[in-house]
C-alpha cells in the first residue's frame, strides 16, 4: 500500500500563488509514477500534472506555464508549484501514484482545497 498526503493548499487571490506537497509513505517516489488531479464543483475529475520515471513531466493545456512539478527524492516528497493562480483553478487536489508506466492511478491522497479568489 502507498499513503499520500498532501499539504499546502489554502486561499489566495487572483494572480498569486501557491505550492502543494504530497509525501509518499511505504514506497519511494522514485518508485512511482506521481501525478496531481483536480475536481472543481459539479465538474468531473481532471488531469493537471504527471512526472514519471524519466522524470519529464506532462501537464494539462489549462495549467501550462503556470504549474510546475517537481520530485524531491530526499524527502520523498513532490511538489506542485502554482503561479498566476486564476478562479478557474479553484478546485480540491488530489495526489496520485501508479507503480507502472502502464497502470492508472491506484493510490490517492484525501484531497486538499485550493480556492483563488478574483
Known amino acids: 500500500q502507498v499513503q499520500l498526503v498532501e499539504s499546502g493548499g489554502g486561499s489566495v487571490q487572483a494572480g498569486g500563488s501557491l505550492r502543494l506537497s504530497c509525501t509518499a509513505s511505504?514506497?519511494?517516489?522514485?518508485?512511482?509514477?506521481m501525478g496531481w488531479f483536480r475536481q472543481a464543483p459539479g465538474k468531473e475529475r481532471e488531469f493537471v500534472a504527471g512526472?514519471?520515471?524519466?522524470?519529464?513531466?506532462d501537464y494539462a493545456d489549462s495549467v501550462k506555464g503556470r504549474f510546475t512539478m517537481s520530485r524531491d527524492s530526499a524527502r520523498n516528497t513532490v511538489y506542485l508549484q502554482m503561479n498566476s493562480l486564476k478562479p478557474d483553478d479553484t478546485a480540491v487536489y488530489y495526489c496520485?501514484?501508479?507503480?507502472?508506466?502502464?497502470?492508472?492511478?491506484?493510490?490517492w491522497g484525501q484531497g486538499i482545497q485550493v480556492t483563488v479568489s478574483s
Open positions: 511505504e514506497r519511494t517516489v522514485n518508485s512511482l509514477g
Open positions: 496520485a501514484a501508479k507503480t507502472s508506466p502502464i497502470s492508472s492511478y491506484n493510490y
Open positions: 512526472i514519471g520515471w524519466r522524470n519529464n513531466p
